[in-house]
């Protein structure tokens, strides 16, 4: 008997989940992900758990340190080129639950690069290995936090596609270190928590980038109350004030990502970039999953459409 489809208005049949790909996505060449870098897992497991031991498993666990997760970073996922058995012994020894997350952001209330990719990473590796409800009864379970985190995460991003660069890490892993986890936070908008901060990106406030003046009047005109919601939208972008830039960059945010993604496709030219192939999958199954469920394709079909993604993926070298 064959497998149930989704069923329509994009709700997944029951006690299904949409897969997730075992290998990592951030990979710098084929072989990237692979393994670490020639280890065991048993010497893998072994090195992590000492460094648990040291600074967060051991009765007397040492005091928060940003060095001990750029240390971390440089040296086990980074360095290690993204192996996925250094971040599952990471996961397994906890390393979000009582180290990064306990003391997020840091120290100041700001959360630097480093700690926030870090925390990211290890959200996607639960998400990969299909632990939802553990990564979201983390990070989740205060909203304050996690929406603090998902800024985070949307600022950094909008600094790479801007063109910043970061030491410790090339601007495109952390563009699908940031896509995969919104992969996931748009696949659990079930979570409260998860989908307060995820809806307004995708709101009719983002028709301000539908470059087609008759087709967004053709859709506002569909529905009576749209009209009403779409002029609401545009006042609260208006302004100098913090409220009114946030609105605005939750309005600019799919655009500008669909616009970067694009970009970077045509940017090889033909040659194989897997930076860029690894980042264009994410974008992918992100736009896929918008379009799948109701309540996120309602505003994202037409940009897209008028965006010509379809097109110009289709023309992408």
């Given at each position: 008997m064959p497998p149930k489809s989704r069923a329509r208005g994009g709700k997944r049949a029951a006690g299904s989940r949409r897969q997730i790909p075992a290998s990592s996505t951030v990979a710098t060449d084929p072989g990237g992900a692979a393994g670490a870098?020639?280890?065991?897992?048993?010497?893998?497991?072994?090195?992590?758990?000492e460094l648990a031991k040291r600074h967060w498993a051991g009765r007397k666990a040492a005091a928060w340190s940003v060095e001990v997760v750029r240390a971390i970073l440089?040296?086990?996922?980074?360095?290690?080129?993204?192996?996925?058995?250094?971040?599952?012994?990471?996961?397994?020894?906890?390393?979000?639950?009582?180290?990064?997350?306990?003391?997020?952001p840091g120290d100041g209330g700001a959360a630097g690069a480093e700690v926030v990719v870090s925390v990211l990473l290890m959200v996607n590796e639960k998400l990969q290995q299909r632990l939802h409800a553990s990564a979201w009864a983390v990070v989740a379970g205060d909203a304050g936090r996690f929406g603090q985190l998902f800024d985070d995460a949307?600022?950094?991003?909008?600094?790479?596609?801007?063109?910043?660069?970061?030491?410790?890490?090339?601007?495109?892993?952390?563009?699908?270190i940031v896509v995969q986890f919104l992969v996931g936070c748009f696949g659990s908008i079930e979570t409260a928590a998860v989908r307060d901060c995820v809806m307004p990106l995708?709101?009719?406030?983002?028709?301000?980038?539908?470059?087609?003046d008759a087709a967004r009047d053709r859709a506002l005109g569909a529905v009576p109350q749209l009209r009403k919601f779409w002029k609401h939208a545009g006042k609260r972008c208006r302004g100098d004030g913090p409220d009114a830039a946030r609105h605005r960059r939750d309005r600019?945010?799919?655009?500008?990502?669909?616009?970067?993604?694009?970009?970077?496709?045509?940017?090889?030219?033909?040659?194989?970039?897997?930076?860029?192939?690894?980042?264009?999958?994410?974008?992918?199954?992100?736009?896929?999953?918008?379009?799948?469920?109701?309540?996120?394709?309602?505003?994202?079909?037409?940009?897209?459409?008028?965006?010509?993604?379809?097109?110009?993926?289709?023309?992408?070298?």
């Open positions: 870098a020639g280890d065991s897992v048993p010497s893998v497991d072994g090195d992590i758990a440089a040296q086990h996922i980074v360095g290690a080129k993204f192996a996925r058995a250094k971040l599952q012994a990471l996961e397994r020894a906890q390393y979000l639950e009582q180290y990064l997350w306990r003391h997020y949307i600022d950094l991003m909008s600094r790479v596609m801007a063109g910043a660069e970061l030491e410790f890490i090339d601007a495109m892993s952390v563009r699908s995708v709101s009719v406030a983002i028709w301000h980038h539908v470059d087609s600019d945010f799919v655009a500008a990502v669909v616009r970067d993604f694009v970009q970077c496709q045509f940017a090889a030219g033909g040659e194989a970039n897997w930076g860029a192939v690894a980042y264009g999958t994410k974008v992918l199954e992100l736009l896929v999953d918008l379009e799948s469920q109701l309540p996120t394709r309602r505003y994202v079909s037409l940009l897209l459409a008028d965006m010509q993604t379809a097109s110009l993926c289709q023309r992408s070298p």
